[in-house]
């Protein structure tokens, strides 16, 4: 019996690793991104008495709750008291990683991706999707308004906070 290599099935044998490799790259995929048929806690919705509108505080000194989308803010108008103490509870319901970075009382950043404590920004100031972060921000005393923005999207995700 000759043992001849030309005869053997190479073709067939990569095709059927890559059709395999194709097969083990979509599983891996699909599990990654919580697609896998696991089911989601879901958590109990707040009484409608218990829920604020959204951009507005629950009741004085509360927490006003902000979502991060990959490329947005929800809201993305927020108003808060005079020399007041505002607390942002913020949530990544993106895949991205996001923050919250309020600009000066000028209109400018003093940094391009908040590190320094120069601006207020979100603790911690990378929020990966599912994450929650807090930004606890002491509001200047006059009216006005003030920008922010996620320094990964900065042109993107933008907001504006009004003072009354």
């Not at 891996?28 to 509108?53: H, K, L, M, R, W």
């Not at 927020?78 to 895949?95: D, K, P, Q, W, Y």
């Not at 920008?147 to 990964?152: A, E, I, L, M, S």
């Amino acid at each position: 019996m000759k043992f001849d290599l030309t005869r053997l099935p190479v073709l067939e044998g990569i095709i059927g690793f890559l059709v395999l490799m194709l097969i083990i790259t979509f599983v891996g995929a699909f599990s990654a991104t919580n697609g896998g048929g696991e089911e989601q806690a879901v958590s109990e919705s707040p009484t409608p008495a218990e829920s604020p509108s959204p951009g507005e505080s629950p009741s004085p000194g509360g927490p006003i709750a902000v979502t991060m989308q990959d490329n947005s803010f929800d809201p993305d108008e927020l108003t808060v008291a005079a020399g007041s103490t505002a607390t942002f509870e913020i949530t990544n319901e993106g895949r991205a990683l996001h923050n919250m970075h309020i600009a000066g009382p000028d209109g400018d950043f003093a940094e391009d991706y908040c590190e320094g404590g120069a601006d207020p920004c979100s603790d911690p100031n990378q929020v990966r999707g599912g994450q929650s972060a807090t930004l606890t921000w002491q509001v200047p005393p006059t009216p006005g308004e003030f920008d922010f923005r996620c320094d990964f999207n900065p042109s993107e995700m933008t907001g504006t906070i009004t003072i009354e």
